[in-house]
């Protein structure tokens, strides 16, 4: 079992910029993808970023490409998301998310690829 819990959100104003972090604990995490994804009031769950084990790959969502990097201390089992350039439309409940082994090559995105979930964290962007 993998026990995921996520800090580091919080309310800022657009343009502005969080950093959230992902702690994991209950194993290691080698060879394990990582993921963030977000759930906004209303709307289904979306994906946000993901990164394999050795980072070797990373994937990103169009929405937020280049606004958002996603990095891992494997070292210390846990999993960053930098969000710069904030927008009003990042608002959502932000969740990290594992599962082992690579994403597929395609449908990447698809939310229910994870196994394991960490209990959110909110972002609001005020305009």
């Known amino acids: 079992q993998v026990q995921l819990v996520e800090s580091g959100g919080g309310l800022v104003q657009a343009g502005g910029s969080l950093r959230l972090s992902c702690a994991a604990s209950?194993?290691?995490?080698?060879?394990?993808?990582m993921g963030w994804l977000r759930q906004a009031p209303g709307k289904e769950r979306e994906f946000v970023a993901a990164m394999s084990w050795s980072g070797e790959y990373t994937y990103y969502a169009d929405s937020v490409k280049a606004r958002f990097t996603i990095s891992r201390d494997n070292a210390k089992n846990t999993v960053f998301l930098q969000m710069n350039s904030l927008k009003p439309e990042d608002t959502a409940v932000y969740y990290c998310a594992a599962r082992f082994g690579r994403l597929p090559s395609s449908g990447w995105a698809t939310t229910s690829l994870y196994a394991y979930w960490g209990q959110g964290t909110q972002v609001t962007v005020s305009s």
């Open positions: 209950g194993r290691t995490l080698a060879g394990y993808t």
